[in-house]
């Protein structure tokens, strides 16, 4: 059993197929390049052999490289993790530049093998950039099938060769969609964006690349950038068409990244110093700066964040051991902008729905929801005029509670109240099985108190959604005092189901999303009413790599939600409310009517189609600017550490029991600086004394920076959170 065969068929065509034993996904390990070099050795020897086809044994080509490598290579190589890191990206370079000159005499380029890469399905990172060192990539004509190099989106940037060859193929400008954002593209695309020659039915793909093989000539194999006179295709630095494009590039990179993402610096650098030197040397600098990448911290702790726990949250690290809990058929109760879109979601994961609502109207409108977002997804090509009848077909718009009889899980969405939900609890439950679970989307709501409507309330349970549900894939599910382990599974059977990533937390106010995301914007208020410049608070959380500044959150998420959370939050808490100077800010923009975006006036002022056009120049008025304004690191302190601090104390508290929750969670919740890894990454980074001596500095300003006693006794011990609780490991 090995990841790649090897056979010769009688008009000497070699065909390296590559088919992982006991996965779905062809991955690349160690193992896996040594026996590709030594296929490409082999074939290369052999006289009988005229030519190489390199293929695969699934449906699709290759997932990538599997990162644990990286990690593993990390932790073996001991005092010199660098070296043996770039050792192996080497290797890698050899192996595939080896088949790329296939054998050519050097000085005459004559007497290559032609190496042909037939594309069943999707491929992307080390797969793309296989199929790049090849001298022609046939694709299948697979409307499923997608191709790219996806690495700068879980913090690194291609490093097989895919950096140099690619920018070289088409331009540092023509590469930018695909090595800078990470776009995979249908195969059309890709052949457009030069990733691909040539598309054909999947019935002749290999009959193709066979011919290819057998007919190519010894020009037709040499790669540009191996012939004498070669240009880089848009202009090098020093060409005017190149300077401006490298100019442009950086000031592109540098304004969407805010400089805080090294993998984003390193590809542009790799790009712009290959593009100076010889091939070979380009590849030892792409090495380098990957290397760079590799060893730098916040890489690290994406890699682990956006790539290992993701995918480990998402395959059930934290599922109790019950049997399989697969949704077949759901109710959705309250048809409003979060019930129509559950309703959406799992219709499109082929769940049977019943969407409820108290008129029919009401009903009708979700349902209406649900095809408005089918019809933007055949706009743009995703969804198809029979996908979408299927889709809606699934769903039954009603407001008969009698549809639900036969549902094994029913979410509610309905108003933000006890009453009301406790209303459409106990109506569910007498039509519903017993066995069913039944599931709250509160946002604010106690989920044990919700409970105490239920007549069975081990099957009652949180799964808070985030707006806009289509397009938000953390789903936070919460369990009550009661909840029990079917009811967990069944929230993480159905969340697989839709394909979002679950965290699974216990219930305390505001959960562990909202408990974290409601400080970051409330210091930023704060902020305004001590009279900070708003545009300094609004940058330093820019610069720290956050999508989007509190100001605009709050007006974003509206004004008047803040103001009715507050109230509630106060009412609840009484004397021990903290937050008053927050709520004289949130209070006077209410009373003006600034309730944010869907007033198109808020901390921003927008035009009459409500685009954000700066911020409101009517701030100072309200808020006048104090002489004396801090510097952009205290600023930033105050707006990351108040959300790490809150994700500590979630964790000391029990709220969160899986710090890699804790870390997915933030990223994919609220867009916590991805960079970071979350807050337990970045607190990791910075080191637990380091965050103490922070929260020192800022006590002054409140008991929201005291130090938590975990991260006080952590730095006492010189630990880190990944130290101790370690993957998979439970919390204190
Ligand atoms: P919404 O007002 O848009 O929708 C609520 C719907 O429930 C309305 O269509 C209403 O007619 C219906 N409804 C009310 N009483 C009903 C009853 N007795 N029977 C059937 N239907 C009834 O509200 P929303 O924004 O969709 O929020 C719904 C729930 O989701 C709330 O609990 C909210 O806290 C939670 N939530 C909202 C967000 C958000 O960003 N809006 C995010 C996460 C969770």
Redesign the pocket.
Known sequence: MTDFTYAVDADGVATITWDVPGKSMNVMSREGFALVSEMVDRALADPAVKGIVVTSGKKDFAGGMDLNVLASIRQAAGDDPAQALFDFTMSGHHILRKLERAGMDPKTLKGGKPVACAIPGTAAGIGTEIALACHRRFMADNPRAKIGLPEILVGLFPGGGGTTRYSRMVGAMAAAPVLLEGKMLEPKAAKAAGLVDEVVAAADLMKRAREWVLSATDAEIVKPWDQKGWKMPGGAPYHPAGFMTFVGANAMVLGKTQGVYPAAKALLSAVYEGALVPFDTALRIEARWFTSVLMDPSSSAMIRSLFLNKEALEKGANRPKVPDQTVRKLGV???????AGIAHVAASAGIEVVL???TQE?ADR?KAHAAELLDKGMKRGKVTAEKKAEVLGRITATTDYGALAGSDLVVE????DMK?KA??TAKAEAVIPEGAIFAT????LPISDLAKASKRPDQFIGI????PVDKMMLVEIIKGRETGAVAVAKALDFVRQIRKTPIVVNDARFFYANRCIIPYINEGLRMVAEGVEPALIENAAKLLGFPVGPLQLVDETSIDLGVKIARATKAAMGAAYPDGAVDAVLFAMADKGRLGRKANAGFYAYDDRGGRLGLWDGLADLWPVAEAQPDLTEVQQRLIMVQALEAVRALEEGVLEDIREGDVGAILGWGFAPWSGGPFSWLDIIGAGQAVAICGRLAAKGARFAAPKLLVEMAAKGQSFYGRFGAGAKAA
């Open positions: 109760l309250g048809a409003g902008m979060m019930g409820i609502d108290a009401a979700g969405a309905v108003f933000e009301v209303g459409v989307n509160t946002s604010t808070h959604f985030f707006s």
